[in-house]
């Protein structure tokens, strides 16, 4: 079992930048692709960024491209989201979430955070 915890979520300024941080616990060797997800009041929870075991295949949603970060520490078993001009519609709850050997979940994720909220103002 893989235990996640994001932190660095907060208030911000419209152009404003964010650090958010996930640390993975447990079996942390079972895991393979990590990844953000966001999800807005009202609305689905939505694909953000995704970087592969090794760091060498990074994904990232349109909608942030050029503007979000994506990083991995496996040693210290720890992922970050590195978010630049930020938007008003940036706000949401941040989730990291863990693809874990032998597992499947929402898409493919089987390892989710609780979730850390970032609201953007203008």
């Known amino acids: 079992q893989v235990q996640l915890v994001e932190s660095g979520g907060g208030l911000a300024q419209a152009g404003d930048s964010l650090t958010l941080s996930c640390a993975a616990s447990?079996?942390?060797?079972?895991?393979?692709?990590m990844a953000w997800f966001r999800q807005a009041a009202g609305k689905e929870r939505d694909f953000v960024a995704s970087?592969?075991?090794?760091?060498?295949?990074?994904v990232y949603a349109d909608s942030v491209k050029g503007r979000f970060t994506i990083s991995r520490d496996n040693p210290k078993n720890t992922m970050a989201l590195r978010m630049n001009s930020l938007q008003p519609e940036d706000t949401a709850v941040y989730y990291c979430?863990?693809?874990?050997?032998?597992?499947?979940?929402?898409?493919?994720?089987?390892?989710w955070g609780r979730g850390t909220q970032v609201t953007v103002f203008s």
């Open positions: 970087i592969s075991r090794s760091g060498g295949e990074i």
């Open positions: 447990g079996r942390t060797f079972t895991v393979f692709r």
């Open positions: 979430a863990a693809q874990v050997g032998g597992t499947t979940g929402y898409a493919g994720y089987s390892s």
